[in-house]
């Protein structure tokens, strides 16, 4: 990734918007390049927010640990996203655990640069605050779900978050395209692996996915707004 290649990744990095060439110039300097094999831990729930990253290409799973001994995946991180915010906003340690899927690359950024950053550039920390507040806006939205929605609305929301985030158009319909698994899909919907697979088995029959070993194709994503939307 060569230097014009940076700016434009970080053009499109909410905390970056609006900053001039000379401004990503210097955000560029400040950071560091992070690679990451699939399997790897990026960091852990709860330990201190030593760094801030985005990334350039790959998949990262952030996961949750539940007082009960749960886990809850709380998103997929592709490329141009960010993760380990908290660094950017000082709280005590991550929320979640991040966990490379695919072999990835990431630019990294320290506690103390990203001050420094900000300090040199308050439009970085204007930025910030929006970028809490949308993850905040999407945390409330998985609550409301979890709690008022039935399992399949819950599972035909994740999958369109997904097709949203990462959806390529094939043949046969649009392929999440990333590795994930019926576990995965259990643990966004707080529901079991069982329900999991009897739901998507069910659409698979009446062809609004198709499945594999931990791919999905989307064939009718109309299908599954109706059933989303509970229209």
């Known amino acids: ?65 539940t007082p009960d001994g749960q886990q809850v995946v709380v998103r997929f991180i592709g490329p141009g996203e960010m993760m380990g915010c908290v660094a950017v906003c ?7 655990t991040a966990t490379a899927v695919e072999d990835s690359l990431a630019i990294r950024w320290t506690a103390g640069a990203i001050a420094g950053l900000m300090q040199r550039h ?38 369109l978050r997904l097709v949203r985030q990462a959806g390529r158009r ?22 079991t692996l069982h329900t999991v697979s009897r739901t998507l088995s069910a659409w698979e029959s009446q062809g609004l996915i198709e499945g594999g070993r931990q791919r999905v194709v989307v064939r009718n994503p109309h299908g599954l707004v109706t059933i989303a939307e509970d229209l």
């Open 1 to 65: 990734m060569d230097r014009e290649q940076g700016r434009l990744l970080l053009q499109g990095v909410g905390l970056f918007k609006g900053l001039s060439r000379e401004a990503l110039d210097d955000v560029l300097d400040a950071g560091r390049r992070h690679r990451i094999a699939k399997g790897d831990v990026l960091f852990r729930q709860a330990d201190p927010p030593e760094a801030f990253y985005v990334l350039v290409y790959g998949r990262v799973k952030v996961t949750q640990d």
């Open 122 to 159: 308050p439009t970085i920390a204007m930025n910030a605050l929006g970028a809490v507040g949308g993850r905040l806006q999407e945390a409330q939205e998985r609550i409301r779900e979890m709690s008022t929605e039935k399992v399949e609305r819950r599972i035909a929301h994740a999958l």
């Open 170 to 191: 094939v043949e046969r319909g649009v392929e999440i395209n990333f590795p994930i698994s019926r576990q995965d899909i259990a643990e966004m919907t707080g529901t």
């Open 90 to 96: 000082g709280g005590n340690g991550y929320p979640g």
